[in-house]
Antibody
Framework: EVQLVQSGAEVKKPGESLKISCKGSGYSFTNYWIGWVRQMPGKGLEWMGIIYPGDSETRYSPSFQGQVTISADKSISTAYLQWSSLKASDTAMYYC??????????????WGQGTLVTVSS | SSELTQDPAVSVALGQTVRITCQGDSLRNYYASWYQQKPGQAPVLVIYGKNNRPSGIADRFSGSSSGDTASLTITGAQAEDEADYYCDSWDSSGSHLVFGGGTNLTVL
């Protein structure tokens, strides 16, 4: 069974750093792209970026380039999303999701349960 | 702003048919995928590609596409279909993914 299990909720202060994780199991972690998606309170889904753990190729949304870092450790089947200096506006639910590919299209077939990040002084 | 445009809210009477649309130039070249999200839950894929349903998704959900518009149709909407629905696809450059703004579906 494919599973993406994310790390637990975090409460941080502005300016602090943070790294959240997404551990894949039940499949070959290196063969599928993992994406990160932000959902601010009461708002829609926003694609942040995506990584291919096999070779660590990473693509960022222009909106998030330079604001976050996406990485992966294939030895432990885990992808990461990190901030060096959090802002209150980073308060959101963050989802990881596995990108599937067919000959015709791609889509997020499996999702993690989400990690709630709260940034408040 | 999103390169994929959805109506913010749509309503449907119980048992009736509803179409939720997603418009964007990139949809002329790429299929949209559709996700259902209920309050407090992670999104769930309901339609991908031309018109494919993942295992476990009711057959009242279907997808279609014409020109720059992709559509998700629910034939015989049920109370449990009340949720937010999002489309996603590649942007016009084909390098970045993008979500539509989401449609809140109310089943009356």
């Amino acid at each position: 069974e494919v599973q993406l299990v994310q790390s637990g909720a975090e409460v941080k202060k502005p300016g602090e750093s943070l790294k959240i994780s997404c551990k894949g199991s039940g499949y070959s972690f290196t063969n599928y792209w993992i994406g990160w998606v932000r959902q601010m309170p009461g708002k829609g889904l926003e694609w942040m970026g995506i990584i291919y753990p096999g070779d660590s190729e990473t693509r960022y949304s222009p909106s998030f380039q330079g604001q976050v870092t996406i990485s992966a450790d294939k030895s432990i089947s885990t992808a990461y999303l990190q901030w060096s200096s959090l802002k209150a506006s980073d308060t959101a639910m963050y989802y990881c999701a596995r990108r599937e590919s067919t000959t015709a299209t791609t889509f997020f077939g499996y999702w993690g349960q989400g990690t709630l990040v709260t940034v408040s002084s | 702003s999103s390169e994929l445009t959805q109506d913010p809210a749509v309503s449907v009477a119980l048992g009736q048919t509803v179409r939720i649309t997603c418009q964007g130039d990139s949809l002329r070249n790429y299929y949209a995928s559709w996700y259902q999200q209920k309050p407090g839950q992670a999104p769930v894929l309901v339609i991908y590609g031309k018109n494919n349903r993942p295992s476990g998704i009711a057959d009242r959900f279907s997808g279609s596409s014409s020109g720059d518009t992709a559509s998700l149709t629910i034939t015989g909407a049920q109370a449990e279909d009340e949720a937010d629905y999002y489309c996603d696809s590649w942007d016009s450059s084909g390098s970045h993914l993008v979500f539509g703004g989401g449609t809140n579906l109310t089943v009356l």
